[in-house]
């Protein structure tokens, strides 16, 4: 949980003047102007030194990249392709600004954000196009493979896997069609709760116009305020509510995909027997298959009641079986997400400083917590969230109640999870504080069987540290089961250490280790985040080289030019 303040001396460089799209900075996270700042939360400081070693009352951050000294590379892309991408969404919506094409270099892992405030750029979009509408989006589609050019279809820009980035030495035009401007919600079928929505929406202009009509998708990813549903669905998304709604595989219905020759068209329906399933081949796909225009998704009433309880348990072993007990149980919560006593800690120190009566119920919590034998730094902090009719609230909770206390869980009550509900986008934020301070800091998750869930944990634990001592570096790691299912759950990690010279390098270290951890423990090498090129070498051990040959074929047989963003996924 984080908080926002200006950012002295910021400029409003979101986009080229030219451009009709908003996007996020081009050297960070989110909105221009808007940082993570920690002089109101006295355990910050202390807590970071604890971690990974820098004193933030003695480092002096960086300033805010200047753009102006960014190099970048001429576009190659020529005036048969310019006039032909011009007739298809008018010249205006035609970007070849030095801005714009950076902006869609890449997208926001530690990684990207590292190369590109260093300006290392060996590849970036020759041109960007905004189509206006489904026929435009076919129109660039059509246009960019007869003249044998690549690309790249580009959503809210928050992707960390490198499924933006074109490939180092491509030879041939790159243009990046940013779907922006298609972000309206195109109809609702209130009897049915199904939603037409054109998918460049980001996660907030989606849910307001649903909201609007008694309606919401209930996705919400870490990355909902600057993501669309277009790249949600290119990724195979998640979102904090999914144990209620179901991830972006089960919210997706339909889909409308625009392709070289015409448009891809998936009828909506509950379920059907129609041979391999088209709709999953789509759903993770990329931009491999083809550009996404719009999708018929699951919506639900906006419930009665929405509620999220906090809940602390003595170690990490007694929150997880709790959340197991929970998911295999009858009860059926819209949240059930418990962090490792490394991650509580974090939580913690990132609160404002409590006064009051505030500050004499938490000392009295965590005095009776070491009376009852707890080791406040093993403890666990839970959020479990609630929704739908205030009495089916209240039997939900009832119920999780039991399985809590069981295992011995203490109810801490609903002040911390309005204070999650509030900042739960923010956290990214916290990413580029610590980048402008030497710090790299980033995340990789898996997905696991119960049964292997703790060792899964503790061994990714192990390994991370490991690679902090091969490269002499204190570094930190820290945990969050964050999706339950009924046969495992999603381990979330957040990782973080002081670069060196080589920071490229010693990052490629320790998020390897990490990323074949998972693989070496059962699990896969992502559970939301997608493939792109960052995690395509682990796809083999979780689909075998006769999987990938399928994949291959398909991308093939489908995209013979190597026009759609190509080497994303199998990275051949």
């Known amino acids: ?197 054109q998918a460049g929406a980001l996660g907030p202009a989606l849910e307001a116009q649903l909201n609007a009509r008694g309606w919401t998708i209930g996705h919400f990813p870490d990355s909902f305020t600057h993501s669309s549903l277009g790249g949600w669905i290119a990724t195979r998304s998640s979102g904090m509510q999914s144990d209620k709604y179901g991830d972006i595989a089960d919210i997706t219905r339909g889909l409308r995909v625009a392709r070289p020759g015409g448009m891809l068209d998936v009828r909506a329906t509950p379920s059907a027997s129609t041979g391999p399933s088209v709709r999953e081949m789509i759903l993770g796909s990329e931009g491999r298959l083809g550009v996404i225009t719009e999708a018929t998704v699951q919506v639900h009433r906006v419930p009665a009641k929405r509620v999220i309880h906090a809940y602390f348990f003595p170690n990490w072993r007694a929150g997880s079986k709790a959340m197991r007990e929970i998911a295999a149980g009858d009860v059926h919560p819209a949240i059930t997400r418990v962090s490792d006593g490394r991650e509580t800690g974090f939580s913690l120190a990132t609160a404002k400083e409590s006064k009051g009566f505030g500050a004499l119920a938490q000392r009295g919590l965590f005095a009776f917590l070491k009376r009852r034998g707890w080791d406040l730094d093993e403890m666990c902090l839970s959020f479990i969230g609630y929704e739908g009719s205030p009495d089916h609230v209240a039997r939900q909770r009832r119920a999780v109640e039991k399985i809590v206390k069981r295992n011995k869980g203490v109810g801490v009550g609903t002040g911390p999870g309005v204070l999650y509900d509030q900042k739960k986008f923010d956290t990214p934020y916290l990413r580029d504080f610590l980048l402008d301070r030497g710090t790299a800091g980033d995340v990789s998750e898996t997905s696991v069987p119960w049964t292997n869930l703790d060792r899964m944990h503790d061994g990714v634990i192990a390994a991370a540290e490991a690679a902090y001592e091969s490269l002499g570096r204190k570094g930190w790691i820290m945990s969050h089961l964050s999706h339950s299912y009924h046969s495992g759950a999603c381990l979330y990690f957040t990782f973080a250490f002081v670069m060196g010279d080589e920071p490229q390098a010693e990052y490629d270290v320790v998020k390897q280790a990490i990323q074949q951890a998972f693989i070496d423990l059962g699990g896969v090498p992502s559970h939301h985040h997608g493939i792109g090129v960052e995690h395509a070498a682990w796809l083999p051990d979780v689909l075998s080289e006769e999987g990938i040959g399928v994949l291959e074929g398909l991308f093939a047989a489908t995209d013979p030019g190597r026009n759609l963003n190509p080497a994303k996924i199998t990275a051949r």
């Open 1 to 197: 949980m984080t908080d926002l303040a200006p950012l002295t001396g910021a400029t409003a460089d979101r986009s080229d003047p030219a451009s009709p799209v908003e996007h996020m900075k081009w050297w960070g996270w989110g909105v221009p102007g808007v940082a993570f700042h920690h002089e109101d939360k006295p355990a910050f400081a202390p807590f970071v030194l604890h971690a990974v070693g820098i004193d933030l009352h003695a480092v002096q951050p960086l300033q805010q990249p200047d753009f102006a000294a960014i190099e970048v590379p001429a576009s190659i892309a020529d005036q048969a392709l310019r006039d032909a991408l011009a007739a298809a969404v008018g010249t205006e919506h035609v970007i070849d600004g030095d801005l714009d094409r950076v902006v869609h270099t890449y997208g926001k892992s530690i990684r990207d954000l590292i190369k590109v405030r260093a300006g290392d750029l060996p590849r970036v979009p020759d041109l960007v196009v905004y189509p206006k509408d489904e026929a435009a989006v076919l129109a660039v589609v059509e246009a960019v493979v007869a003249h044998d050019a690549v690309l790249i279809p580009f959503g809210g820009g928050s992707n960390i896997a490198g499924s933006l980035e074109p490939m180092p030495g491509e030879s041939r035009a790159v243009v990046s069609l940013d779907l922006g401007l298609l972000d309206r919600v195109l109809d609702i079928d209130e009897g049915s709760g199904l939603a037409r929505v």
